[in-house]
């Protein structure tokens, strides 16, 4: 990068929501992934209407990208499995909100 290169980017806040499609591109995972994990209580979409048969039209929150992405590397790359993923993500955030407080 020279002097005159910048960087550029967009601020992307927690509040931002993403379809199941850009949701599923980026995290290289498919629909019926998708619907698993909120089956299992590992994703919400975020109008609350978590019935399979809606999934095209859900919309989850930009953050939901880093839980996937931390749900297939517990799955994928450690063996963990989908129940023992959802406890791992489910401590993660508990442990976040104490960091917090």
Request: with cysteine.
């Amino acid at each position: 990068m020279t002097e005159h290169d910048t960087l550029r980017g967009q601020l992307i806040e927690d509040e931002t929501l993403i379809t199941v499609d850009e949701l599923c591109r980026h995290c290289t995972v498919r629909v019926e992934e998708v619907i698993i994990y909120v089956q299992e209580g590992i994703l919400d979409p975020s109008d609350d209407v978590a019935v399979p048969e809606k999934a095209d039209s859900w919309q989850f929150h930009i953050s939901s990208v880093r839980r996937v992405h931390t749900a297939v590397h517990l799955q994928r790359d450690l063996g963990v499995n989908l129940a023992g993923a959802a406890l791992a993500l489910e401590l993660l955030d508990r442990i976040a909100e104490l960091e917090k407080a």
